[in-house]
């Protein structure tokens, strides 16, 4: 069993290291925690086999798709579907974990 992931801990070592993201599998889920540079566009991609859970954890994040975009702040998350494609973007930085179901 493993002990709990505290994800403060996590991006706090992750700035202190100069590091943009660590993963780690939970229960069969890959939980991405992503440190997001301010500026700049991030890359379109998609995910064929599962959704992906965005939750903020800190600063302003966009989650664009084709059609239109989601502006997330802290604590709050949005569902990508299965297959759509999407980017996600920051203005000032944020602090982003990511779930996906590990197939």
């Given at each position: 069993m493993n002990?709990?992931?505290?994800f403060?801990?996590v ?7 100069n ?9 069969g ?7 997001v540079?301010?500026?700049g ?14 939750i ?6 966009t ?13 709050q998350?949005?569902?990508?579907p ?12 944020a ?9």
């Amino acid at each position: 069993m493993n002990g709990p992931t505290d994800f403060n801990d996590v991006f706090q070592r992750l700035a202190r290291d100069n590091q943009r993201e660590e993963t780690t599998l939970l229960g069969g889920v890959a939980v991405r925690m992503v440190r997001v540079a301010g500026g700049g566009e991030g890359r379109w991609d998609s995910h064929p086999h599962t959704t992906e859970t965005v939750i903020v954890w800190n600063g302003d994040f966009t989650v664009d798709f084709r059609d239109h975009s989601l502006h997330l702040t802290p604590g709050q998350c949005c569902v990508v579907p299965t297959g759509a494609e999407h980017r996600g973007t920051s203005r000032n930085g944020a602090d982003v974990v990511l779930l996906q179901q590990v197939t």
